[in-house]
């Protein structure tokens, strides 16, 4: 059964710092592209920073030189260390496996990040 399990979610002040987790099932975490996305009150679930099987990474415009992007591969783990955080970096985080848009997606079960000023 594949599993996606986050972690290390919390409240935080503007301009603190967070550092997310996602362990992911090792059957599928050396051959997946992974994700974070978040979700924010009344808006859709948005791609925040992405790794891809080709090892390339991708950083929404509003995270770049904020957040960073790790894994650890023994430990069949992803990370999303965050800097800087703003107020609207105030959402459920999400992690995410997949194939491509027409295989499979895994999604975790979410965890919070609430940044006051």
């Known amino acids: 059964q594949v599993r996606l399990v986050e972690s290390g979610g919390g409240s935080v002040l503007a301009g603190g710092s967070l550092r997310l987790s996602c362990v992911i099932s090792e059957d599928i975490f050396t051959r997946s592209n992974m994700a974070w996305y978040r979700q924010a009150p009344g808006k859709r679930r948005e791609l925040v920073a992405a790794y891809s099987v080709d090892g390339s990474t991708f950083y929404d415009d509003s995270v770049k030189g904020r957040f960073t992007l790790s894994r650890d591969n023994a430990k069949n783990t992803m990370y999303l260390e965050m800097n800087s955080l703003e107020s609207e970096d105030t959402a459920v985080y999400y992690c995410?496996?997949?194939?491509?848009?027409?295989?499979?997606?895994?999604w975790g079960q979410g965890t919070q990040v609430t940044v006051s000023s």
């Open positions: 995410n496996a997949n194939n491509g848009p027409r295989g499979y997606q895994y």
